[in-house]
């Protein structure tokens, strides 16, 4: 069997959470035994990479944002597809117009992250090691592979990443 790197169990975990519907109960029963293997995995990889020290940045971040963005009639931010306020309206994910003072946003981030530096270069040693780990096998990555036989239909695309997930059998293929 070919070993796993460790950036493909980010891979596996995304199309899991896309296919985990779509079979019946013995290859769901399969493929939520590997996700647990692959979670425990993630959790550990993550915690090199201070993801929590990256997500309190962000969070902090955004709330000074918040503060100079555009916010609609209930007082949510107002997002955009793309930069400055260009283009439709999105919910979820998008870009904020900053109405506010920009001066005074660019100098009030400037020195969050100048009382924050410390950390951010910590978050970004790690992130950078992190990556460059990814490319390294998994270690103790222990799972059975899942019967080609009992896979439901999956796009090409979630074929492709689940490849080495599945029995094959003697074909290999």
């Given at each position: 069997m070919e070993a ?6 980010y891979?596996?975990?995304q199309v899991?959470?896309?296919?985990k ?21 993630i959790?550990?990889?993550?915690k ?18 918040i503060k100079y963005a555009?916010k609609d009639e ?6 955009y ?8 309206r999105v919910?979820g994910?998008g ?10 946003l ?10 924050n ?5 910590l ?8 990556s ?8 103790e ?12 239909k ?5 074929y492709k990443v689940?490849?080495k ?5 003697n074909?290999g293929?």
């Amino acid at each position: 069997m070919e070993a796993i790197k460790k950036k493909e169990l980010y891979l596996f975990k995304q199309v899991i959470e896309q296919i985990k519907e779509k079979g019946d109960n013995d290859f769901t029963y399969r493929l939520i035994l590997i996700e647990m293997e692959i979670d425990k995995h993630i959790s550990i990889l993550d915690k090199f990479k201070k993801q929590e020290e990256s997500e309190k940045l962000q969070k902090d971040r955004e709330q000074i944002l918040i503060k100079y963005a555009e916010k609609d009639e209930q007082g949510h931010v107002v997002l955009y597809e793309n930069e400055g306020g260009l283009g439709q309206r999105v919910t979820g994910r998008g870009f904020p117009s900053i109405v506010g003072d920009a001066k005074e946003l660019n100098a009030e981030l400037e020195k969050f992250l100048e009382e924050n530096k410390k950390v951010v270069a910590l978050c970004e040693t790690a992130f950078n090691k992190w990556s460059k780990d990814l490319d390294q096998d998994a270690v103790e990555f222990n799972f059975k592979p899942i019967p080609k036989e009992i896979l439901p239909k999956l796009t090409y695309d979630q074929y492709k990443v689940m490849f080495k997930l599945i029995d094959h059998g003697n074909s290999g293929i």
